[in-house]
């Protein structure tokens, strides 16, 4: 792997911006000037990566297509690298020391970064490489090695990055096969227990046939190239007295819960209970605080609407429920894909009674079923199974739509080309629409809205809405404030239309509260799509007459 150096910045903490040369990976230990005594160091991370059989397949491509081949070889690794930076929440011109065409050397703060970052490089080439690999095709295959080290870093009096730790994950990523991380020992230490299960116990790790073997632990991702001799399995994992479990086998779990490291029981629920239910169903639990990214909201969005299991840690009302818990659980529903849900045992009242869970729950959750936590977590090991077990095979994967009618709007600038996208049955019966009225006609669909509401619940309706369409617009143009904390926005006021409006004073309408489920922003395009939930019992009026939601 030829490394050439990247002047761009990325976490450093000594007084000078470091590079990486060729003579860096060349001669990671030789031709060094001796450590000046006061020159700083800090602890860090160094992953490298490198393309395997990239000398081969490069030949291949220029006879094939010339030099414009060459150069779009190198345009596809770097893209894979930046994705995989992208994707685990890292700015690839930050961490990125140094890009040869074929690898690169990265530095992190944290060896947990450096994980979500190679499995997302790894994916990433491996679906690039489903034709080749389908075809029998070496030459059309991006296979990869990486190896994560972690301690201590510095330059030499030349300004170049030092230290025993380039070497070690030079030497980590040479040896073996493509397709796994092998990490030092040191730096799977301080990983995360949640992370540190993918990888297999401490063994040798062989470099390239001249270097002595160093301890590690291995994890593997995606398949191995086929040109690779067979590799033995990771070790048996003596930390969690199993044999590592592999991510590329693994399907990801989000699971939604108060995240407070202070609290005891948070945690064991999480370790006897949602952890083994996962791994026994082929999961992979994933918490928000658990997944790297500068921007939490963001993640935690993309988790509960892309998911393939969402598992809700309710928690016990005291005397309400969390409020960002119950927020999470609303979107997730929205969505129609599955998601099971614990919930602790309702607490006494001072008089020693305890009130109903249907009383306590939130009215779109009380025809839900939820798994009361026995106060030994591992006791209702085998109920959490059951469900998570029923979610998958109830709702499969492709059928995952929601029966409640929804509208989906697109528009560059609210003023000028807001339209609708898409149009459900159910919301074409619930607002009389005709079937060939095309999709773009948003104000004939608002003009049939508005004739059948009173003009207060309508005005009131309408307002809300433009509020909401205005704050995400703001927010995709970078203008929102960085004091206020992202949310989905929630509307209170529903549509209710004048025959289903209550005759008696007694009595509340039957109303249809839009749920916005997802939204998205790209190249200046917004799209957002509602879901519109019948509510009755929990309308109110307000004090100005059009009727609103206590969700």
């Not at 994707?87 to 690169?104: I, L, R, W």
Request: hydrophobic share 40%; glycine share 6%.
């Amino acid at each position: 792997m030829s490394i050439q150096a990247n002047t761009t910045a990325f976490p450093w903490k000594g007084p000078e911006q470091p590079e990486t040369s060729r003579l860096l990976l060349a001669r990671p230990a030789r031709n060094r000037l001796p450590k000046k005594p006061d020159e700083p160091s800090t602890a860090v991370c160094v992953m490298v990566v490198d393309m395997a059989h990239f000398a081969q397949i490069q030949h291949h491509l220029q006879l094939l297509a010339g030099d414009k081949a060459m150069k779009d070889l190198a345009d596809q690794i770097h893209r894979i690298m930046a994705e995989g930076c992208a994707k685990a929440g890292q700015v690839y011109e930050k961490v990125c020391a140094s890009f040869g065409g074929d690898g690169g050397i990265f530095v992190f703060n944290r060896p947990a970064e450096a994980h979500e970052v190679a499995v997302n490089m790894l994916k990433l080439a491996e679906d690039e490489s489903v034709r080749g690999r389908e075809a029998k095709l070496n030459e059309a295959m991006r296979c990869f090695r990486i190896g994560i080290a972690y301690g201590e870093l510095s330059t030499d009096a030349h300004g170049k990055l030092a230290g025993p730790i380039i070497s070690n994950a030079t030497r980590l990523e040479s040896g073996g096969v493509t397709g796994e991380i092998r990490i030092s020992t040191a730096a799977y230490k301080v990983l995360p227990r949640s992370i540190q299960r993918l990888y297999g116990g401490e063994e040798q790790i062989r470099g390239k046939a001249h270097e002595k073997p160093q301890n590690g632990h291995r994890c593997v991702v995606v398949p191995r190239a086929p040109w690779d001799a067979p590799m033995k399995p990771p070790v048996r994992n003596p930390d969690f007295n199993t044999h590592a479990i592999f991510a590329h086998e693994l399907v990801e779990c989000f699971i939604i819960s108060e995240i407070d490291e202070r609290n005891p029981r948070i945690a064991e629920v999480m370790e006897k209970m949602i952890v083994p239910a996962c791994k026994r169903t082929n999961f992979l639990p994933r918490r928000a605080d658990r997944i790297p990214g500068p921007d939490r909201i963001a993640v935690i969005k993309e988790q509960l609407a892309e998911a393939p299991l969402v598992i809700a840690y309710l928690g016990q009302p005291k005397p309400h429920w969390n409020a960002d818990v119950i927020l999470e659980v609303g979107f997730r529903l929205a969505t129609g894909k599955p998601m099971v849900m614990i919930h602790e045992a309702p607490p006494a009242s001072p008089d020693g009674s305890v009130a109903s869970l249907k009383a306590l729950l939130p009215f779109y959750l009380l025809h839900r079923t939820t798994v009361e936590i026995a106060q030994q977590p591992q006791q209702s090991l085998d109920r959490l199974i059951a469900e998570i077990n029923l979610a998958k095979h109830d709702r499969p994967e492709g059928k995952w739509s929601s029966t409640h009618p929804k509208l989906e709007l697109q528009f560059t600038n609210l003023r000028t080309d807001l339209q609708i996208n898409e149009v459900s049955p159910e919301a074409k019966e619930l607002f009389g629409l005709d079937n060939h009225m095309e999709t773009h006609q948003l104000v004939g669909v608002m003009d049939r809205i508005r004739e059948r509401m009173e003009d207060v619940q309508f005005k009131a309706y309408l307002r809300e809405q433009s509020e909401i369409l205005a704050k995400i617009q703001a927010e995709g143009a970078g203008f929102s404030s960085m004091d206020e904390p992202r949310a989905l926005p929630l509307a209170r006021v529903p549509i209710i239309f004048k025959n289903t409006t209550a005759l008696e004073p007694d009595r509340k309408p039957l109303g249809h509260l839009p749920v916005l489920e997802r939204y998205s922003f790209d190249r200046g395009l917004f799209k957002l799509r509602t879901l519109f939930i019948p509510v009755s019992e929990s309308l109110h009026r307000d004090p100005a007459g059009f009727w609103v939601c206590d969700v």
